[in-house]
């Protein structure tokens, strides 16, 4: 499908591409993913979330994130602008749903990255998503990523294992399920599944 410029005419809904989430556990590869698919296919557009948190050295408003205070969070929620929303780590993060629903009705193909919450949150307000849930080839395998990162003390390790065992539980809930085993080959199946290709 051809890319089309913003301000295009509005795309017939039969011909549209559907809203994809893509969600899984912690440490699966998601947003390795979703780097090497872009890379190959920059019109795929993926939403900015809004959050709460600090910017990081080197990230820009509007780029990585958008970044509010809790004050204008708290509108954003009040008003029903975000599509879903999540706190984690102390921060809240969520995603614009203007945005989202303009960049679909012009035809472009939309991207969400998150979490399995946010995911049940899509669900609920847009029937039609489409949801992908990316595996691990098997537990060793994320025990062994998310373990050999090396950053992290063995209690968050701890609890990143625990949050996982609840995300994988929840893979019936998607539409579809990816494994892991190949960036490459996982990025052309969600391309496919996008009708991006």
Known sequence: ???????????????????????????????TVVAHMRKAHPEVWLSVSATTRKPRPGERHGVQYFFVDDGE????????ELLEWA??????????????????????????????????QVRESMRDA?????????????????????????????????????ELAAEPEFDVTLVNTSVEDVAQELLTLMRVV
């Open 130 to 166: 489409q949801l992908v849930f990316l595996a691990p080839p098997s537990w060793e395998e994320l025990v062994r990523r998310l373990t050999g990162r090396g950053t992290e003390p063995p209690e968050v390790i701890e609890r990143r294992l625990e949050a996982a065992k609840t």
């Open 1 to 31: 499908m051809a890319a089309h410029s913003r301000g295009a005419t509005p795309v017939p809904p039969d011909a549209r591409p559907r809203l994809t989430v893509l969600s899984g556990p912690s440490g699966v590869g998601k947003s």
């Open 87 to 120: 706190e984690f780590a102390g921060n809240r993060y969520g995603t614009p749903r203007e945005a989202v629903q303009d960049r679909l009705a012009a035809g472009e193909p939309v991207l969400l990255e998150i979490d399995l919450q946010g995911a049940r």
């Open 73 to 80: 969070f708290d509108k954003l929620i009040a008003n029903g």
